[in-house]
């Protein structure tokens, strides 16, 4: 499949925490992040966030936390490969989806290093790319430049909300269209 399927998606939102977001230029990561996420929420769709370090980093930023859809798991790691901590690979198979969609924060480090582990499991990954930040342009530019070498799908926050939606008659349209207003 080229598109993103509503009921074969996974959303796995990488460290979006305090300290890391205070060491960014902008937040407009963070903005991205609450559309998918609150779309997320609104369409069923099942997330886990990870926290890289929570004890020195902070934990997830609160308005994120704020429209996770129900039951998201919070998961402490300290791999930069979300999938090198202990029982992750298998809580990502427990959903059941083939799709995973990932944003997150440091692009060139933890979403890289996670969206390609996630491509050699056999998932199709698609990065939102505008869901995604660095410290740096340079870091930011050769993170989404491996990804991709690497078989992950690069897409942004509006291509993955209509994918899910595929059309206007779907009967949450209105509410995911209001995101992006």
Not at 8 to 32: E, F, G, H, M, S
Not at 69 to 77: A, F, M, Q, V, Y
Not at 126 to 135: P, T
Not at 145 to 169: R, T, Y
């Amino acid at each position: 499949m080229n598109t993103l399927l509503q009921n074969d998606t996974l959303l796995l939102i990488i460290d979006i925490q305090d300290k890391l977001v205070a060491a960014l230029d902008k937040d407009i990561v963070v903005t991205k992040a609450v559309k998918v996420a609150k779309a997320a929420q609104i369409l069923g769709i099942p997330a886990i966030v990870t926290e890289q370090y929570p004890k020195g980093l902070g934990h997830t930023v609160p308005q994120l936390r704020e429209v996770l859809p129900e039951n998201t798991e919070i998961l402490e790691k300290t791999s930069f490969n979300a999938l090198l901590e202990d029982g992750m690979k298998e809580k990502i198979k427990s959903y059941g989806k083939k799709q995973i969609v990932i944003l997150g924060i440091e692009t060139h480090i933890c979403v890289h290093q996670t969206a390609s582990a996630l491509v050699e499991e056999g998932y199709e990954v698609y990065v939102i790319k505008d869901a995604c930040a660095s410290r740096t342009k340079y870091e930011f530019k050769q993170g989404i430049e491996a990804m991709a070498a690497n078989g992950v799908k690069v897409s942004c926050v509006e291509i993955a909300l209509f994918e899910w939606l595929k059309g206007a008659k779907h009967p949450h349209f209105k509410e995911v269209q209001a995101l992006i207003k």
